[in-house]
């Protein structure tokens, strides 16, 4: 029997792909498929996607027109060395290489577009008995640093998730924040000088949006919080102009980041992200069947006009 690999789709269920133009606030559906489950969407370049699917990455080329494409314009991406990645996987900014994260907990580097042999970043192996998971969401525009979530059991079972950065040449880790705080989806702001992320710090079981100053990461005051609301908050990014950001909203008492819920897509000031400190109601773009999958990983394009998200639509 073939074993199953990554997330599959529900009976009836479709895996779909939109582009959403900020400008004229509409989204265009690039692609549907009720075989192949993809998650996650990168943008390598104005005509392609890269996401990933059945423990596999893959890219899309994106229709000049209203085509919708299905699961046989999937291009696989080669990757010896590496048997399977979840839905955290970033671009370098070169965009000749792509940062993964695999099922055993490492971060590998993989060549693009061709594929190739995978680079091994990290080494959990190291830090024995403790498990210790990565799971990449951004990479610092200087491509000096990876900001990653790091998931750690200890031996007495006592599991964390905590933000840090990782040297991309040594795999060498430094924790930003080491605390009993269910912290994640981080990323590195354009300037490289702040780190977002969601955090149940502000509000025990309810993720909200956090940044943190990188030359303030020893200020005692810590993080400081973005979103405030009654709504559990997942994955900033912003985008690469600064202007925008662009998060995963769930309903209020939702746990975790699961998949298969009603959810937002909204958009805040990009100043937020740099400190400013303004009263502003967040915008609502899309409101869609998804979470898990459906932004976890930088989705905007280069030029800041458009984000790729992924929706999973039954019936």
Known sequence: MTETRGRQLQPGQ??????????????????????VLVEAPNVLDERTLVLNGDGDLWLLPLPADDTVLDETALVRVP????????????????GESVVVSARDGELYRVP??????ATRITDTAAVLPVVRKYYLHGIAPDRS???AIVGERT??????????????????????????????????????????????????????????????????????????DERVNWFPHLSPDGSHLLY??????????????????????????RGARIAVVPETLVTL?????????PPWSPDSRWFAYCDYPVG
């Open 14 to 35: 479709a895996s779909r792909v939109h582009v959403y133009d900020v400008e004229t606030r509409s989204a265009r559906l690039v692609f549907s498929s009720d075989t």
């Open 289 to 297: 069947d998804g979470g898990q999958g459906t932004v976890n990983v």
């Open 145 to 147: 640093a990876l900001a």
């Open 79 to 94: 990757m010896p060395g590496v048997d399977e990645i979840n839905n955290d996987h970033v671009l370098d900014p070169s």
């Open 155 to 228: 031996p007495e079972g006592v599991w964390t998730t905590d933000v840090a950065l990782v040297d991309p040449s040594s795999g060498v880790t430094t924790f930003l924040t080491r605390d009993a705080h269910p912290d994640d989806g981080c990323a590195i702001t354009p300037d490289a000088g702040t780190v977002l992320f969601n955090t149940e710090r502000f509000s025990p079981g309810t993720a909200q949006l956090a940044a943190l100053r990188l030359d303030e990461r020893a200020d005692p005051v810590g993080p400081v919080q973005i979103t405030g």
């Open 112 to 117: 693009l577009p061709e594929g190739g042999a």
């Open 248 to 273: 995963l909203s769930y309903g209020p008492g939702v746990h975790g980041h699961p998949a298969d819920q009603r959810v937002e897509l909204r958009l805040l000031p990009g100043s937020l992200a």
